[in-house]
């Protein structure tokens, strides 16, 4: 994809690292990613490792032509907040696990300023059961710093990831709802990568 040298070169600035990074499969799998910030996507592909495309927001499509630019660049998929016209967007993004490439999904829906303010969709959790593929837990401390929601400036402050083990969807389907107890497991994985980074790098102050 054209942007990733940019993005590297982006990350190389802020700086970036990722902090853990477990072993990923080497099939396609639904990364999971909490979202604060804009620059979410390419410092998730980043982390990854591999070419991901990731389901975005159609609302953010016209609101600034360099934003319409990435997510073309990035041959993002857009999805509604409607749940009839996600359908659409969800098949494309099961169409493209089947070809054997990672999807990106930020379950909350939308940025947020404070993690677990937003309950998740199970868009996610249902791509992972329907297609038979793992969900790696992707968790970002600091993008909120270096990009806030209330803006599209972007200023130097470090960023930290944490690539988590994968989930295998299959032992949920003993369960007795599969899509809310997966995502359920998706949630509390997150939430546990989040919280320990959170207390590595409390502020996360700029340029340290």
């Known amino acids: 994809m054209a942007l990733w040298p940019l993005a590297r070169v982006l990350a190389a600035w802020f700086p970036y690292s990722v902090v853990r990074r477990a072993r990923l499969p080497k099939g396609p799998f639904v990364a999971v990613i ?3 910030s804009l620059l979410d996507p390419p410092i998730a592909g980043l982390a990854i490792r591999r070419p991901v495309r990731f389901l975005a927001l159609d609302e953010i499509w ?5 934003l319409d630019a990435v997510l073309v660049l990035f041959d993002s998929i857009p999805v509604s907040r409607s ?3 996600a359908v659409g967007a969800l098949r494309a993004a099961l169409r493209h696990l089947e070809s054997r490439h990672p999807i990106g ?5 939308r940025r947020v300023a404070v993690w ?3 309950p998740l969709k199970t868009g996610a959790a249902w791509l992972a059961i329907r297609a038979s593929v793992p969900v790696v837990p992707v968790a970002i401390w600091g993008s909120q710093h270096a990009m806030p ?3 599209m400036r972007i200023r130097r402050a470090p960023i930290r990831v ?6 295998d969807p299959a032992p949920f389907l003993e369960q007795s709802d599969p899509l809310v107890t997966l995502n359920e497991s ?4 997150l939430d546990r990568e989040l919280r320990r980074l959170e207390v590595a790098y409390p502020g996360l102050p700029a340029g340290e």
Request: aromatic share 6%; glycine share 16%.
């Open 162 to 167: 944490v690539v988590g083990l994968p989930i």
């Open 116 to 118: 677990g303010e937003m």
């Open 83 to 85: 749940d009839r016209q």
């Open 149 to 151: 929601m209330d803006g």
């Open 105 to 109: 999904v930020f379950p909350e829906g």
């Open 62 to 66: 016209g609101v600034h032509r360099a």
């Open 34 to 36: 909490n979202h604060f």
């Open 186 to 189: 998706i949630r509390s994985a």
